[in-house]
C-alpha cells in the first residue's frame, strides 16, 4: 500500500511543474575576473553575441533564435555530450554586459538548479576585465544530495565552466 | 523530477505517522509588558544572516558600519528578533538548526536541531514565541523562545517559506512556496484555519498593519499578490521585477527586492502602480522598513552588501559591507 502510495506520488510530482522550480537550501556563488591584454571593445565583440559561444573551450555548437535582444534563447551542445539551454535575461552593449539563465539542463550534465549568470566587460583600448559571476543552487533538490549534485560539485562544475571559459579567452586575444 | 517526488513520499509518510499534538499556545504573554513599547524613531542595528559565510553580521546603522560577525554555521537564512531586540533567532536551513544570539553579548547561546529545512522564521509579538517553517517537511513549528524546544507543531501547505505574525500576535501567516498559498494559522490554537490562493512561488510575506494588508512576493509569476489582512481576499496581483523575495512598506511605498535584476520595484501603497525602479546591489533579497518610515535597509547577496534606500528620493544612501552571501530572510532591525 504504502508503496503503491510511493509510486503514485513520483507519478504525480513528475507532472507537477513545482519540481522545476524546486532547489536546495543554499545559493551558491562562483566570480571570477581574469585581465586581457585587448581593447575592450574587440573583446565584447566576441562574448556579446549571444548566439556564438565557440570562444568556450568546452562548447561544440551555439544553435538560438532571437539574437541579442531579451528574451533570446539558445542552446549549447557540449563537447563531452549533453546539451544546455539558456536564455537572454539582461543585454547592455552600452555597457558591454549581458544576464542570462539556465532553462534546462540535466544534472548529469551540469549538476546545478536555478542557474543565473552575469557576464561584464570593461576597459580601455589596451586592456580588459572580464568579469563573470554565476549563482546557482545544486543538483539535488532536497537534503542529503549524493556527493556529484552536492553543493561543492555544483560549485567546482560551474568553477571550471567559469575559469575555463576566461583562461580560453584570454588566450585567444593574447596568443601563445 | 524523481528527487522532487522523494519529498512528496517523505511527506505524505510522515503525514500518517505523525500526529500534531495541540498544545494550547494560551502563553500569558510574558513578554506583553514590551508590546506597544518598540522605538518609533530609527532602528539602531541591522542583523544580517550571511549565507556563504555561515554568520550573522551586526550592522550599527547610524555609522554605517557591521561592528561584529559572529559564527552560527550550517548555511543561515532566516532572522528574526524578541520583541525588545534581546534576541536574535537564526534559522539555519543546511545545519537543520535554530540558533539563539544574545544580542547584548553578541553571543550564541542556545542551538537547537528543528526539522528538516528551517528557513522562514518570526516571533510573536506578544507571546515571543518563535515560528520556524519548514521547506522540506512542510510544517510550522512553534518554539519556547529561551530554550528552542519545540511547543507545537502543524502542518502547511508545500514548502513554505515566509512568516509573518499580526501585531496582536493573533494570527500566523506562511508563504507555502510549492502550493501557490498562503496558510492562516491562529496562534492560540496553533491550527490551521484557512488558506488564500496568491500568485505562483510565494516567497517573503509581510503583514502591513497601516494598510491592513498582506502581501507575498511571488517567485514564480515575477509579481506580487495584495491581500486584505480582513477579509483575507486578495485584492490585486502587481507586476514587479525578476524573481522577487519579499516586500516591504515605508512611507506610502512599498518596496519589492527583485533577485535577478538586482533592482527594488517601488508601488504606490494606495493605487498600487509601479512609481520607480531603483538599482540596488546583485540578488537584492531580505528587506525591512526602518520604523521611522524613512528608509527601507536591503541585503544584497552577490554584492555582499546592506544598502539603504531613502524613501523620499529613492536613491541609495549608504552601502555596508557585510559577509558572505547575506540573506536576511525576516525582521532583521532593531
Known amino acids: 500500500m504504502v508503496r503503491m502510495l510511493a509510486y503514485f506520488l513520483v507519478a504525480l510530482a513528475a507532472l507537477l511543474p513545482a519540481a522545476a522550480n524546486a532547489h536546495g537550501p543554499s545559493r551558491q556563488k562562483v566570480v571570477s575576473k581574469i585581465e586581457i591584454n585587448a581593447p575592450a571593445d574587440k573583446v565584447w565583440a566576441v562574448i556579446g553575441n549571444f548566439q556564438d559561444m565557440s570562444w568556450h573551450p568546452a562548447v561544440a555548437k551555439t544553435e538560438g533564435t532571437g539574437g541579442n535582444d531579451v528574451g533570446a534563447t539558445r542552446t549549447l551542445t557540449l563537447k563531452s555530450g549533453g546539451a544546455i539551454n539558456e536564455k537572454l535575461t539582461k543585454y547592455s552593449a552600452a555597457e558591454r554586459g549581458m544576464g542570462y539563465e539556465i532553462t534546462d539542463v540535466d544534472v548529469k550534465v551540469l549538476p546545478v538548479t536555478n542557474y543565473a549568470a552575469q557576464i561584464n566587460v570593461s576597459g580601455t583600448a589596451e586592456k580588459t576585465i572580464v568579469e563573470w559571476r554565476a549563482a546557482f543552487y545544486r543538483g539535488f533538490v532536497n537534503n542529503d544530495p549524493p556527493p556529484e549534485l552536492s553543493d561543492e560539485a555544483a560549485v567546482k562544475a560551474v568553477t571550471d565552466i567559469v575559469q575555463g571559459g576566461l583562461g580560453a579567452l584570454k588566450k585567444k586575444f593574447e596568443g601563445g | ?334
Request: glycine share 10%; with cysteine; charged share 20%.
Open chain 2, 1 to 334: 523530477m524523481t528527487v522532487a517526488g522523494d519529498t512528496r513520499i517523505h511527506s505524505a509518510r510522515l503525514r500518517a505517522g505523525q500526529f500534531v499534538f495541540l498544545m494550547l499556545l494560551c502563553t500569558p504573554a510574558a513578554n506583553l509588558a514590551h508590546a506597544g513599547e518598540k522605538a518609533t524613531g530609527s532602528a539602531r542595528t541591522a542583523y544580517v544572516t550571511n549565507q556563504l559565510g555561515n554568520s550573522l553580521s551586526i550592522v550599527d546603522l547610524a555609522s554605517g558600519k557591521q561592528t561584529d560577525e559572529i559564527s552560527i554555521g550550517g548555511k543561515p537564512a532566516g532572522i528574526a528578533l524578541s520583541h525588545d531586540g534581546a534576541r536574535a533567532y537564526v534559522a539555519a536551513p543546511d545545519g537543520r538548526e535554530v540558533i539563539l544570539v544574545d544580542t547584548a553579548t553578541k553571543a550564541v547561546v542556545a542551538r537547537a536541531a528543528v526539522g528538516q529545512g528551517p528557513l522562514g522564521i518570526a516571533v510573536n509579538p506578544r507571546t515571543g514565541i518563535v515560528y520556524v517553517a519548514d521547506w522540506y517537511q512542510h510544517r510550522l513549528f512553534a518554539l519556547d523562545p529561551a530554550t528552542l524546544a519545540i511547543k507545537a507543531t502543524v502542518e502547511t501547505g508545500q514548502s513554505p517559506s515566509g512568516v509573518a505574525v499580526t501585531a496582536d500576535g493573533a494570527i500566523i501567516f506562511t508563504a507555502d512556496r510549492d502550493s501557490n498559498q498562503l496558510s492562516i494559522i491562529d496562534a492560540a490554537t496553533f491550527k490551521v484555519t484557512g488558506t488564500i490562493p496568491t500568485g505562483e512561488r510565494p516567497f517573503g510575506v509581510t503583514i502591513d498593519d497601516t494598510a491592513g494588508r498582506i502581501y507575498t512576493a511571488n517567485v514564480g509569476s515575477n509579481s506580487i499578490t495584495v491581500l486584505d489582512l480582513k477579509s483575507r481576499m486578495r485584492v490585486r496581483d502587481v507586476p514587479v521585477g525578476l524573481r522577487p523575495y519579499a516586500v516591504a512598506r515605508a512611507g506610502d511605498r512599498l518596496f519589492v527586492t527583485n533577485q535577478h535584476d538586482e533592482s527594488l520595484s517601488v508601488i504606490d501603497a494606495v493605487t498600487l502602480a509601479l512609481v520607480a525602479t531603483i538599482r540596488v546591489g546583485g540578488f537584492p533579497e531580505g528587506i525591512e522598513a526602518d520604523p521611522s518610515g524613512k528608509a527601507v535597509w536591503v541585503a544584497c547577496w552577490d554584492a555582499n552588501t546592506l544598502e539603504k534606500v531613502d524613501v523620499a528620493t529613492l536613491t541609495v544612501t549608504v552601502r555596508v559591507p557585510v559577509g558572505n552571501g547575506p540573506r536576511a530572510f525576516g525582521r532583521f532591525l532593531h
